[in-house]
């Protein structure tokens, strides 16, 4: 099976808005592996790998987010995969 790897970095009002605990959620439901965490810059960053179709599907849940969140741009940089496992939320 293919897999991609997706570097995201999310920006807007996506801090205290249970941004991670909803892209953790949304991504275990999808079967996405990654992490996503806050950076000190009030964006979000996060990797996300798998199937290509299911990971184009989490990339366009980011440019929503949970229903506080006010996203207003997702950068993706596209890297090799490394076959991480499971979905944490970090930082």
Partial sequence: ???VRAH???????QGVGF???MQREAR???VSGWVRNLPD???EAVIEGDPE???ALIGWAH???LLARVTRVEVRWEEPE???GFKVTG
């Avoid at 995201?8 to 996506?14: A, F, N, T």
């Fill in 54 to 56: 299911r990971v184009e």
């Fill in 64 to 66: 929503q987010g949970p």
């Fill in 83 to 85: 076959g991480l496992e």
């Fill in 29 to 31: 439901k999808l079967g």
């Fill in 1 to 3: 099976m293919k897999r």
């Fill in 8 to 14: 995201l970095k999310i920006y807007g009002r996506v």
């Fill in 20 to 22: 991670r605990w909803s």
């Fill in 42 to 44: 009030g964006t979000v």
